[in-house]
């Protein structure tokens, strides 16, 4: 069975910083490309970065020049460097498989809340 354990996540002010990690465990972790997600109250669960397994690096549109992520496929753990936090940011972020067809169950995902 696959874990995702997400952690990192808090309450910020907007402005301020914060390091998502995730570790995937029995995972073909290093072939993979992985993706940060988030879901919103009341909103569909979004992609908003991914990794492919060589480094290259895509974002959503909203979170360009903001959000960084990388992967350290020895510890099977990939991260998301968010700066400059905004009230918009405010989900429940997860990782998974970027690609649909190579996901696995999703974990508890970690909390994010940007006061303003």
């Known amino acids: 069975q696959v874990h995702l354990v997400e952690s990192g996540g808090d309450l910020v002010q907007a402005g301020g910083s914060l390091r998502l990690s995730c570790q995937a465990s029995r995972f073909i972790f290093s072939i993979l490309a992985m993706g940060w997600y988030r879901q919103a109250p009341g909103k569909q669960r979004e992609l908003v970065a991914y990794?492919?397994?060589?480094?290259?690096?895509n974002y959503t549109d909203s979170v360009k020049g903001r959000f960084t992520i990388s992967r350290d496929n020895p510890k099977n753990t990939v991260y998301l460097q968010m700066n400059t936090l905004k009230p918009e940011d405010t989900a429940v972020y997860y990782c998974?498989?970027?690609?649909?067809?190579?996901?696995?169950?999703w974990g508890r995902g970690t909390q994010v809340t940007v006061s303003s």
């Open positions: 990794i492919t397994s060589d480094g290259i690096t």
């Open positions: 998974n498989a970027a690609s649909p067809s190579a996901m696995a169950p």
